[in-house]
C-alpha cells in the first residue's frame, strides 16, 4: 500500500465521503472535468451526426412517421410538420447542451450537476425501454449514447470535478465547540 497523498483508503465512513472538498480559488482545471466536458461534445456531435441523416433521408423518414389521431388518418404534411418539429427540438437541445459544456468548462457547479441529472435521465430511460419494451441495445442504436451517459455521468462526479466547480463557493466556518 502507498503513502500516496491523492490515493485514499478502500473503505471510507461516509461522513468522510460527504466532506466537502477544501476551497482552492487557484485550483487547476482537473482531467476530469475536461475529459467530462469533451465526453459532452462527443455527445452533442453524435445528435448532430443522427440530425444529419435523418435529413439526408427525408423522404424515407416521413414516410415511416405514423401520426394518427381518433376519426383522422396521417398525412405526409402532418408527418413532415411532425419531424420539422422534432429536429428544431433537438436542434435546440444539442446548443443547450454545447452550452453548458461551455459552463462546465469554466467552473459552474450549476452546469454539472444539470448534466449530470440529465445523464442520469437518459440512462433512466434507456433501462426501462430495455425493461419494459425489450429494446435492444445494441451498437447501432443505444450503445453509443448510453456509453456517453455513463462516462460523462463518472467524469463529472468525481471528487476532482466537484472541487474545480466548487472552488469559489463561500462556506461558513466550522462550529467550534
Known amino acids: 500500500m502507498t503513502n500516496a497523498p491523492d490515493k485514499r483508503p478502500a473503505f471510507e465512513p461516509a461522513s468522510e465521503l460527504l466532506r466537502r472538498p477544501e476551497a482552492d480559488p487557484n485550483m487547476k482545471r482537473p482531467t476530469s472535468t475536461v475529459a ?11 445528435g448532430l451526426i443522427v440530425l444529419v441523416i435523418i435529413i439526408l433521408n427525408w423522404r424515407a423518414t416521413v414516410r415511416e412517421i405514423d401520426i394518427t389521431v381518433e376519426g383522422a388518418e396521417s ?3 402532418v408527418a413532415q410538420a411532425v419531424l420539422i ?7 435546440v437541445v444539442l446548443l443547450v447542451d454545447a ?5 462546465i468548462l469554466t467552473g459552474h457547479n450549476w452546469a454539472r450537476v444539470l448534466v449530470m441529472t440529465f445523464s442520469a ?3 433512466t430511460g434507456s433501462f426501462i425501454q430495455w425493461w419494459s419494451e425489450g429494446q435492444e441495445i445494441s451498437i447501432t442504436g443505444s450503445l453509443l449514447t448510453l456509453g456517453l451517459d455513463i462516462l460523462i455521468l463518472l467524469a463529472l462526479s468525481s471528487r476532482s470535478a466537484a472541487a474545480y466547480a466548487r472552488r469559489n463557493e463561500r462556506r461558513e466556518p466550522a462550529p467550534t465547540d
Not at 418539429?85 to 436542434?91: H, N, T, Y
Request: net charge neutral; charged share 5%.
Open 75 to 77: 398525412t405526409p404534411e
Open 36 to 46: 467530462g466536458v469533451t465526453l459532452v461534445f462527443l455527445r452533442v456531435l453524435s
Open 121 to 123: 435521465i437518459s440512462i
Open 99 to 103: 452550452g453548458l459544456a461551455i459552463f
Open 85 to 91: 418539429a422534432v429536429i428544431v427540438f433537438l436542434v
